[in-house]
């Protein structure tokens, strides 16, 4: 599996946006700004993701977010009802959340790269995601795509 980085950085910086100080959950717009540098990460490794990204299901982004137009309102609400659910495990930047699940949405929806970060603002405290999001399980197993 190819990775597009840029996608994935630009993806995770959009992400790191949605801190607030509300108590709603938020998906934030930081993630990509950690994840753009240019220095040497060798003691900065990123643990691995508790969140099995490789057996969500995407369908719901990938039916309602189609191209060549790429509607906003219809990606940005679909991405943010498969990412709210993750919101604490993508926002973490200990871990290797975010990429991880921006590459899975790329490799099955062939997104342009920073589709979602160019798209779905909100503010600067990045998207805010419903108070009620469901909490998944770490070892969630959902099917495929």
């Known amino acids: 599996m190819e990775r597009n980085w840029s996608f994935s950085y630009l993806a995770i910086l959009f992400?790191?946006?949605?801190?607030?100080?509300?108590f709603s959950t938020s998906i934030s717009?930081?993630?990509?700004?950690?994840?753009?540098?240019t220095s040497r990460n060798l003691l900065q490794m990123k643990k691995a993701c508790p969140i099995n990204f490789e057996f969500q299901n995407y369908t719901i982004i990938t039916s309602q977010c189609k191209g060549p137009q790429y509607?906003?309102?219809?990606?940005?609400?679909?991405?943010k009802q498969f990412a709210c659910p993750f919101a604490d495990q993508i926002n973490d930047l200990t871990t290797d959340c975010a990429?991880?699940?921006?590459?899975y949405i790329n490799l099955y929806g062939k997104y342009p790269p920073g589709l979602f970060a160019t798209k779905?603002?909100?503010?600067?405290?990045?998207?805010?995601?419903?108070?009620?999001?469901?909490v998944t399980s770490a070892t969630s197993n959902t099917n495929a795509n």
């Open 120 to 134: 779905c603002r909100e503010g600067k405290a990045g998207l805010k995601c419903p108070a009620s999001a469901p």
């Open 99 to 103: 990429s991880t699940m921006f590459s």
């Open 29 to 37: 717009d930081g993630v990509l700004s950690s994840l753009g540098s």
């Open 71 to 79: 509607p906003a309102d219809r990606c940005c609400a679909a991405f």
């Open 15 to 22: 992400l790191l946006v949605a801190s607030s100080a509300s």
